[in-house]
């Protein structure tokens, strides 16, 4: 499974951006995908998830429920994070995840969300 992460950038507190992750090679091994983040001089966390296989069921962090969504095309293998009313504390690097049926874990490469005035 390989994944390609992009939509990162630089954004104003309170602001909005939406992230893309498209899944190709062996995709009908995929059960669930989602997207982690570290910021500088942290560990690596959960955002989101959203199973594949069994229905859109999705997962959130506390810190990021009511303004990040997390959703998918199947038509194009990819999934999206929107995320609303950005905050500072919300900058790191995003990591798109991808968790096969075997409990394998793949990632795509990180893409910087900042947030500041």
């Known amino acids: 499974v390989q994944l390609q992460a992009s939509g990162g950038g630089l954004v104003q507190p309170g602001g909005s951006l939406r992230l893309s992750c498209a899944a190709s090679g062996s995709i009908f091994s995929i059960n669930d995908m989602g997207w982690y983040r570290q910021a500088p001089g942290k560990q690596r966390e959960l955002v989101t998830t959203?199973?594949?296989?069994?229905?859109?069921?999705?997962t959130y962090a506390g810190s990021v429920r009511g303004r990040f969504t997390i959703s998918r095309d199947n038509a194009k293998n990819t999934v999206y994070l929107q995320m609303d009313s950005l905050k500072p504390e919300d900058t790191a690097v995003y990591y798109c995840?991808?968790?096969?049926?075997?409990?394998?874990?793949?990632w795509g490469k990180g893409t910087q969300v900042t947030v500041s005035s």
């Open positions: 995840n991808a968790r096969d049926t075997a409990a394998m874990d793949y």
């Open positions: 959203i199973t594949i296989t069994s229905g859109d069921i999705a």
